[in-house]
């Protein structure tokens, strides 16, 4: 594997825009909460680290990765001021379909909320086959895949005040 031991969530702060007059929502779900909140924490950090104030930071839990698209839904008509929204979650792969049908719904959740809103909304769901893979991808060997995703969500961010200010 041409990636093992490297750690993927590694950026340079100086491609990112400046983030600290953005807002984000973070819906996080329960399920799977040592690893959920793992990915939290890596994306509370990179916020952070590029300016954004606590205040400007929403969270919201959910029970589960298939109720992020509820949670997202909701927090997309509840705070319109939001610049961008990272969904949270965890799926381990088990002994049945349950996996696929979680995976492919959420995932096509999150891709309709992104056509039908004007604010973006990151895919931030481990879909992973062992414990081990998620530990290792939300603040393990491969780094902080939420970290990732509030990186994404800093440049979605500056796309949509872009095209704002492109549309007039």
Same mark, same amino acid.
């Given at each position: 594997?041409?990636?093992?031991?490297?750690?993927?969530?590694?950026?340079?702060?100086?491609?990112?825009?400046?983030?600290?007059?953005?807002?984000?929502?973070?819906?996080?779900?329960?399920?799977?909460?040592?690893?959920t909140?793992g990915?939290?924490?890596?994306?509370?950090?990179?916020?952070?680290?590029?300016?954004?104030?606590?205040?400007?930071?929403?969270?919201?839990?959910?029970?589960?990765?298939?109720?992020?698209?509820?949670?997202?839904?909701?927090?997309q008509?509840?705070?319109?001021?939001?610049?961008?929204?990272?969904?949270?979650?965890? @799926?381990?792969?088990?002994? /049945? #379909?349950?996996?696929?049908?979680?995976?492919? $719904?959420?995932?096509? +959740?999150? =891709?309709?909320?992104?056509?039908?809103?004007?604010?973006?909304?990151?895919?931030? @769901?481990?879909?992973?086959? /062992? #414990?081990?893979?998620?530990?290792?991808?939300? $603040?393990?060997?491969? +780094?902080? =895949?939420?970290?990732?995703?509030?990186?994404?969500?800093?440049?979605?961010?500056?796309?949509?005040?872009?095209?704002?200010?492109?549309?007039?």
């Amino acid at each position: 594997m041409a990636t093992a031991g490297k750690n993927l969530s590694e950026y340079n702060k100086d491609t990112i825009p400046n983030a600290k007059d953005f807002r984000f929502g973070i819906v996080v779900s329960e399920w799977n909460s040592d690893i959920t909140e793992g990915l939290f924490q890596g994306a509370f950090n990179v916020f952070i680290e590029n300016e954004v104030l606590k205040e400007n930071i929403v969270r919201w839990n959910v029970p589960g990765s298939f109720e992020l698209i509820y949670g997202c839904k909701k927090m997309q008509e509840s705070f319109e001021m939001l610049d961008a929204i990272i969904a949270v979650g965890n @799926v381990i792969q088990g002994e /049945t #379909k349950h996996f696929d049908f979680v995976c492919d $719904g959420v995932t096509q +959740g999150i =891709k309709d909320l992104n056509i039908q809103s004007d604010i973006p909304v990151i895919f931030c @769901v481990l879909t992973d086959n /062992t #414990k081990q893979q998620s530990i290792d991808r939300s $603040g393990g060997k491969h +780094g902080n =895949k939420g970290a990732e995703a509030a990186v994404a969500a800093i440049k979605m961010a500056q796309l949509r005040k872009d095209a704002k200010f492109y549309k007039g």
